[in-house]
């Protein structure tokens, strides 16, 4: 069995507000972080894995694989995993998977079943890079931030439940070829539709202690969660920061959301939900916590 | 406060910001936010995903009211 040990997110210390203050109150988002001259999500997904190595004692050579999430790696060839592994010394298995918002569950995923002790997880992208300033919905929407996450494999712990799913068919709705181009109303209604039912196959019947959605929009998140009869208490957000960051955004809510301080020193029953590009979905629910790290790294 | 009223409150007040809209009220121009918004207020007052094209072809109020199964 696998356990999350801890938590790291690199976010770039450029903060950009959000000028329309209509678009700002619908979606939650006031500000996000983006991109300086220099950083890319290697860069960023270096720095989150050597503090998360350091914070849960792990050294480099001791690392069994790397699994790195990201629709924006920094070149084509080789893989972002690999970048990281040779910029942090870890001589180990490293792979990418291409995923955007239920990225980061299936890598926790692909992580937990790997037959190594040890894996780092990198999820996150420098999505600033695919936006089209002439779209507001999406160049006002996204937001850049990577994080790492050490999941051990030792046995020793509950279980994780997962559920995964792709229903593809609406793949054309949210696509980056050069840019991003979204339609804003089918992906509403994917994850309307979608995302109670994940919740349901996922949580068990007595429920959760809190339940992590992917940072999407905030208009689309209150929703979901009327649907689900959930409180704010019960589904933190942190979207009003951050924007929507893409497979960093659920790591990002254990780094800095109203849940951090509980899963820093105590242990959460915690619902983790994925949904996005491709009508790719993923939930997992598992006990959650004491974590050895969970905090934010600006770069 | 019946569904129509609820629907036809949160197409004024939330989307097109403004005290009151009559079935006659014209959408135009709505952006795609407002689209997102409106499947939204549906969904909360009649429980219905409505298609997105079928919502962007409405021209007026009563057009989304139709969608929505209201009879106007």
């Not at chain 1, 938590?7 to 209509?22: C, Q, S, Y």
């Not at chain 1, 890319?40 to 694989?65: C, H, K, Y």
């Not at chain 1, 009327?226 to 951050?242: A, D, F, S």
């Not at chain 2, 709505?30 to 995903?49: F, K, N, P, T």
Request: hydrophobic content about 45%; overall charge negative.
């Amino acid at each position: 069995m696998s356990a999350i040990l801890g938590v790291v997110a690199a976010v770039p210390a450029n903060r950009v507000p959000t000028e329309d203050e209509k678009f700002a109150l619908a979606t939650g988002i006031k500000e996000r972080r983006i991109k300086s001259e220099g950083q890319d999500t290697g860069v960023l997904g270096t720095i989150a894995a050597g503090r998360v190595l350091g914070a849960v004692g792990w050294a480099p050579e001791t690392v069994g694989a790397i699994v790195c999430v990201t629709q924006t790696p920094p070149v084509r060839m080789p893989a972002t995993a690999c970048i990281i592994a040779g910029n942090l010394g870890i001589p180990a298995p490293a792979f990418d998977i291409n995923l955007a918002c239920s990225g980061y569950v299936y890598g926790l995923w692909v992580a937990s079943h790997l037959p190594f002790q040890r894996v780092l997880l990198v999820a996150g992208d420098c999505v600033s890079e695919m936006v089209n300033p002439a779209d507001p919905g999406s160049a006002n929407l996204f937001g850049d931030a990577v994080t790492a996450t050490a999941v051990d494999n030792s046995g020793h712990y509950p279980s994780i439940t997962f559920a995964l799913g792709t229903d593809g068919k609406g793949w054309q709705h949210l696509v980056a070829d050069y840019l991003i181009r979204m339609d804003g109303s089918e992906v509403f209604n994917f994850a309307a539709k979608c995302v109670p039912d994940l919740v349901h196959r996922v949580v068990p019947p007595e429920g959760a202690d809190t339940y992590l959605f992917h940072q999407a929009n905030g208009m689309m998140l209150r929703h979901i969660g009327r649907k689900l009869g959930l409180t704010e208490v019960k589904m933190p957000m942190n979207i009003q920061r951050y924007g929507n960051t893409s497979s960093a955004s659920i790591p990002l809510l254990l780094c800095d959301s109203a849940i951090t301080e509980s899963v820093k020193h105590g242990t959460l029953s915690v619902g983790m939900f994925g949904f996005g590009a491709g009508w790719s979905l993923a939930g997992a629910y598992m006990k959650l916590g004491p974590l050895k790290v969970a905090e934010v790294v600006e770069v | 406060m019946t569904k129509k009223e609820q629907l036809m409150r949160d197409i004024a007040q939330t989307i097109m910001e403004v005290e009151s809209v009559t079935p006659e009220t014209t959408l135009d121009p709505w952006d795609s936010m407002a689209w997102v918004v409106a499947q939204v207020a549906i969904d909360d007052a009649y429980g219905m995903l409505v298609e997105p094209a079928k919502l962007r072809d409405c021209v007026t109020v009563a057009d989304v009211l139709r969608l929505a199964g209201e009879p106007v």
